[in-house]
């Protein structure tokens, strides 16, 4: 996946801390990114370690942080443009739990590892990213979400100018 932006458009986890949490991961991870959280062994810590998830792909949380610059080691992870931005390595970071029939975000194109095509209705994650589909997956139990409709997200820019993105609203159905 490249890097991903990701609007909460209708979240719960606005609203509820409990669906939201303080992570790390041992490698970059941009927003987006499907993580399955482990509960911290150390005492007094409350940040998760994430992970790659697997099958059946469910009780899935998404990296989502503010798209802001962050120097590490004289690498910068942000800048003017969002897309640019990642999470760092080893570092804490921000995830949320997408509410089935609850929660719709925006995301641009790089969330997909199969994009949407014409005809698309849902999508599934498995193991290469999340997936665009024509048809749900018979027997498919993990995390899946409706696309609802295609519409460009602004991407802003320092020269006051933005630009059109493709960008998807999808409404989160299983988790």
């Known amino acids: 996946m490249a890097n991903c932006v990701l609007e909460q458009t209708v979240c719960s986890a606005k609203n509820i801390?409990?669906?939201?949490?303080?992570?790390?991961?041992?490698?970059?991870?941009?927003?987006?990114?499907?993580?399955?959280l482990t509960a911290p062994t150390?005492?007094?810590?409350?940040?998760?370690?994430?992970?790659?998830?697997?099958?059946?792909?469910?009780?899935?949380?998404?990296?989502?942080?503010?798209e802001v610059n962050k120097l590490?080691?004289?690498?910068?992870?942000?800048?003017?443009?969002p897309r640019n931005f990642t999470n760092v390595a080893n570092k804490p970071f921000d995830a949320f739990r997408p509410m089935?029939?609850?929660d719709v975000i925006q995301v641009t194109s790089d969330f997909f590892a199969t994009a949407p095509s014409t005809g698309s209705t849902v999508v599934?994650?498995?193991?290469?990213?999340?997936?665009?589909?024509?048809?749900?997956?018979?027997?498919?139990?993990?995390i899946s979400f409706k696309i609802i409709r295609s519409e460009p997200m602004t991407i802003a820019s320092q020269t006051g100018y933005g630009?059109?993105?493709?960008?998807?609203?999808?409404?989160?159905?299983?988790?």
């Open 124 to 142: 599934e994650l498995d193991a290469t990213g999340f997936v665009a589909k024509t048809t749900a997956t018979s027997g498919y139990t993990g």
């Open 72 to 81: 590490q080691v004289g690498k910068v992870f942000g800048g003017a443009d």
């Open 17 to 36: 801390d409990a669906l939201n949490r303080s992570v790390i991961a041992t490698i970059d991870v941009p927003n987006g990114t499907p993580l399955t």
């Open 42 to 66: 150390t005492a007094g810590s409350n940040v998760f370690t994430a992970s790659t998830p697997t099958t059946p792909f469910a009780n899935v949380w998404l990296a989502y942080s503010p």
């Open 100 to 102: 089935a029939n609850v």
């Open 163 to 175: 630009e059109q993105v493709t960008a998807y609203y999808l409404e989160c159905t299983a988790n």
